[in-house]
Structures are given as C-alpha cells and as structure tokens.
C-alpha cells in the first residue's frame, strides 16, 4: 500500500504472448512505478494455469518474490500473464517508459537509440498490420 517507482530485472519466459514474440529468455531491466500490481488467484489452481509472460528476476536471473526486486510480491515473480493463444497480455511494469536507450538505467556502448523494449511494440504493430 505504498508507490514504488524504480527499475527492476524481469525475465521473459517462453510463451505466446504475440507482444513478446522473439523475446523469450531475454533478461532486461524495466521501470516501476504503481502502488498495486499484485498477481493474486482467487483459487489454488489459477496459478498454475495460468501463462506467465514476464517475471520478476534477481541480478543472478533467478525468479524472485523478494523486495525491492519483485516490488509487489508477486507469487512466482509474476510481473506479466498472456492468454493460451497470446492475443491478450498483462504486464504491471511500465516498458513504455523504457522503449528509447537513453531512458534505460544503462546500456552497453554503441547501443543504438531503441532499448530492447521497442521489440514489444513493434511486435505489436506487425501484428495488427
């Protein structure tokens, strides 16, 4: 019950999610900034039947529920769902506010203008196009 804003590791793990096509095992950090965010299932077995799309990861890239690396506490280090057939994704972090380099908390030299997060979008627009 609090605002977090920060930056954190997530993790993204095979799944179908047409945002994240392409982008399975990539490891990136990512922006914050929410005061809810929580993966909660209303029964035991919604968890585990559901498609995880992102996950909040330490700097080692083990999945973590601890804070300030998983802001919420997410279970399983959910930060992102998909549907089975991937035409619906929910993420709690913020790529959008990560898409451009320079808004990255650090990048390797020659990194070009677009983070690895443009991917998503484009993705996106592929999809609808």
């Known amino acids: 019950e609090q605002f977090e804003a ?8 095979d799944n179908p999610s047409i945002l994240m096509r392409g982008m399975a095992g990539s490891r990136m950090p990512i922006a914050t900034a929410h005061g809810e965010g ?15 799309a992102m996950r909040f990861v330490d700097h080692r890239g083990a999945v973590t529920q601890a804070y300030p690396l998983n802001p919420n506490g997410s279970p399983g280090g959910i930060a992102g769902l ?10 709690m972090p913020h ?13 390797p030299d020659g990194a070009g203008e ?16």
């Open 114 to 129: 677009d983070s690895p997060w443009m991917r998503m979008f484009r993705n996106a627009r592929a999809w609808v196009a």
């Open 95 to 107: 790529p959008e506010r990560v898409f451009r380099s320079i808004q990255m908390s650090w990048t």
């Open 82 to 91: 998909t549907t089975a057939d991937g035409r619906f994704t929910i993420v």
């Open 38 to 52: 929580r993966a909660v299932f209303a029964a035991p077995g919604d968890q585990a039947r559901s498609v995880v």
């Open 6 to 13: 920060r930056f954190v590791m997530v993790e993204i793990p």
